[in-house]
């Protein structure tokens, strides 16, 4: 066993886990990033279209395109990375944190460092999350494994293929499954409105008709060794009603249902949970209950865009940097969503200082407002040119702008669209 001692290791090497590493590098902390596959760069390195880095980098990049300037910098600041390495056992021994890190490349690997950053990413939902019916034939993959084969492996997983949910990634691999030559005979979307950016529904499902069936969900699949067809249902309408059921004769199905945070290796590390998001409880440090141990990134909350991941994880960095130095951490005081906000990002917030948030909207308005409020004072209201829950919504809340607050009261923050 090898001993690996650092004021902080990243569990993570995608853009998260190297954007919060090259910032405490920034500041001549000693840190490491252990990443469980053979290549930093994480989902990025398997999404070639480009979309990438128009807020961070005021251009567009395809994603290995945005992967690599990070790399690069992990490069240049001279980071220890251990690839291949699959992380296990975090514990708490007081002031410092320790691990055990597998690798076939490394052996076994023992790492004690006093800040940890939780940058795991989020896996994909699949057919057993969603409970759909029918038979368990070959042919069924989840949107990102079936970008991986085609993408990265060079396999096409089938000819005539239906893709059920419309998050970003399935309407992305309807355009990337028409350009390879197969036929996309529709999206499923349970939801009355899409679960995508609209540039995505726009350039990846109108600009090639591929067809958006909104309020339906698949209800049967049917197929021996392999998917020989699916039916489609509307969404509460009995077989006979208003809007008929009907069938399409198909031999892959892609299921874009959702992202989860991968949270197994928090949940062993004692970390407390948020049931809205799925990632962790974090302070306005992006600290998690466990002192010492941060998260940030797709393992915290699911993002759309991979430049507010940057933004984010960059600011994780600096908070881990001042927790290095002994910066004491301030007053905190809770935030809570309010109307139309499934949550708000951190679960604190330091009145002393400059805030970051992030909420995700629960309507699909035009014309909507922004309303935050602490303990019933308005603070912020800001116009919003549209809302729905696929695009987040972000914003700053300065020192100047909270008004005095009583230590005797509760000075929640509440969020609101109206």
Same mark, same amino acid.
């Given at each position: 066993? =090898? ?89 708490? =021994? ?130 021996? %060794? ?12 009995? %077989? ?6 009907? $069938?399409?004769?198909? $031999? =892959? ?64 960095? %600096? ?32 009145? $002393? ?37 696929? %695009? ?27």
């Amino acid at each position: 066993m =090898t001993e690996k001692k650092y004021d902080s290791v990243i569990i993570g090497g995608g853009s998260a886990g190297m954007a919060a590493a090259c910032r405490i590098a920034e500041a001549g902390y000693s840190c490491a990033i252990v990443e469980r596959e053979t290549a930093l760069g994480g989902i990025l390195n398997q999404c070639i279209h480009n979309g990438f880095g128009l807020h961070h980098f005021k251009e567009e990049l395809t994603g290995p395109e945005y992967a690599e300037r990070f790399i690069q910098a992990v490069k240049d600041k001279g980071l220890d990375v251990y690839l291949e390495t699959t992380v296990m056992d975090i514990e708490d =021994t007081g002031s410092m944190k320790s691990f055990y890190g597998y690798s076939s490349v490394y052996g076994l690997l023992h790492f004690s460092c006093r800040s940890i950053v939780l940058a795991m990413g989020c896996r994909e939902r699949n057919r057993g999350n969603i409970g759909t019916p029918g038979t368990r034939p070959s042919g069924i993959f989840t949107a990102g494994l079936a970008q991986r084969l085609v993408n990265i492996d060079g396999y096409i997983p089938g000819k005539k293929i239906v893709i059920v949910g419309s998050g970003d990634i399935g309407l992305i691999m309807a355009r990337r499954m028409t350009w390879v030559g197969t036929e996309v005979l529709g999206v499923v979307e349970i939801q009355p409105y899409p679960a995508g950016l609209t540039r995505n529904i726009v350039q990846c499902l109108t600009d090639f008709n591929i067809p958006l069936h909104l309020s339906h969900v698949v209800s049967k699949i049917w197929g021996k %060794e392999r998917v020989e067809g699916v039916r489609v249902s509307p969404v509460g309408t009995e %077989e006979g009603g208003n809007r008929a059921s009907f $069938d399409l004769d198909c $031999d =892959t199905l892609l299921l874009s249902v959702g992202l989860v945070p991968d949270n197994e290796i928090s949940k062993k590390a004692g970390v407390d949970l948020n049931p809205e998001t799925g990632g962790a409880l974090v302070d306005s440090r992006l600290m998690t209950s466990v002192e010492g141990i941060f998260a940030c990134g797709n393992v915290l909350h699911v993002h759309d865009l991979v430049d507010f991941v940057t933004e984010e994880s960059q600011r994780c960095g %600096e908070a881990v940097c001042h927790y290095l130095k002994g910066v004491a951490p301030g007053r905190q005081y809770r935030t809570v969503s309010g109307a139309n906000v499934k949550y708000v990002l951190p679960n604190m917030y330091n009145p $002393d200082g400059d805030n970051r948030f992030y909420l995700r909207p629960l309507v699909v308005k035009n014309g909507a407002e922004l309303v935050v409020k602490i303990e019933g004072r308005e603070v912020i209201r800001k116009k919003l040119r549209h809302v729905q829950p696929s %695009e987040m919504v972000s914003f700053t809340l300065d020192r100047e702008e909270i008004p005095s607050l009583e230590s005797s009261r509760g000075n929640t923050l509440e969020t609101g669209i109206l």
